[in-house]
T-cell receptor, first 117, second 114 residues
Framework: EAGVVQSPRYKIIEKKQPVAFWCNPI?????LYWYRQNLGQGPELLIR????????DSQLPKDRFSAERLKGVDSTLKIQPAELGDSAVYLC???????????????FGPGTRLTVL | AQKVTQAQTEISVVEKEDVTLDCVYE???????LFWYKQPPSGELVFLIR??????QNEISGRYSWNFQKSTSSFNFTITASQVVDSAVYFC???????????FGTGTRLQVFP
């Protein structure tokens, strides 16, 4: 079974430029998460989707960050414009529902390492 | 407040040594879940274990074992006979009941030298 797929793995941009990250969750997982992991820290949740609905975006800086999951499968996280402080690893995770035979555990992708110069 | 503390920032051991990674959590919930994840240099967080608050039975999986003690709010992780491939950052996480949130500690970097 394929894991969570993310692309790109690395991205270097100059400040004020836009950037987008893509995530493909594990097949059948209806819950999708975006996390940000700063250097030396644990991941922190940015947004959570149940199918195509964002059910928790309280930690998403909405002035510059946006996300979408139009068909309830793949998701895109965008930053526009990027700032120096946005340099971090952006992790995507997905979880299936136990009633559908999945374990109640979040599985993570490899992340996108963003460097803003 | 809900919080996870991993006081050990970095641990270095020589191969075949046993090593214990500490995790202390804070929560007022009576029902919650605890996790350990491994993050190798490739960056992916690899799920290791999930434990609910009603199950204090210690668990062993190969060279890995976990000691859950509600009395001290600790969920420690021991690697027996460590190997170079165990080198990674290990994160402990707390999921409060019915929230679907993971609250991570700051991680412990384990370096195993040959």
């Amino acid at each position: 079974e394929a894991g969570v797929v993310q692309s790109p793995r690395y991205k270097i941009i100059e400040k004020k430029q836009p950037v987008a990250f893509w995530c493909n969750p594990i097949s059948g997982h209806n819950t999708l998460y975006w996390y940000r992991q700063n250097l030396g820290q644990g991941p922190e949740l940015l947004i959570r989707y149940e199918n195509e609905e964002a059910v928790d975006d309280s930690q998403l800086p909405k002035d510059r960050f946006s996300a979408e999951r139009l068909k309830g499968v793949d998701s895109t996280l965008k930053i526009q414009p990027a700032e120096l402080g946005d340099s971090a690893v952006y992790l995507c995770a997905s979880r299936g529902h136990p009633t559908r035979g999945f374990t109640d555990t979040q599985y993570f992708g490899p992340g996108t390492r963003l460097t803003v110069l | 407040a809900q919080k996870v503390t991993q006081a050990q920032t970095e641990i270095s051991v020589v191969e075949k040594e046993d090593v214990t990674l500490d995790c202390v959590y804070e929560t007022r919930d009576t029902t919650y879940y605890l996790f350990w994840y491994k993050q190798p240099p490739s960056g992916e967080l690899v799920f290791l274990i999930r434990r609910n608050s009603f199950d204090e039975q210690n668990e062993i999986s190969g060279r890995y074992s976990w000691n859950f003690q509600k009395s001290t709010s600790s969920f420690n992780f021991t690697i027996t006979a460590s190997q170079v491939v165990d080198s990674a950052v290990y994160f402990c996480a707390l999921s409060p009941y019915n929230t679907d949130k993971l609250i991570f500690g700051t991680g412990t970097r384990l370096q195993v030298f040959p």
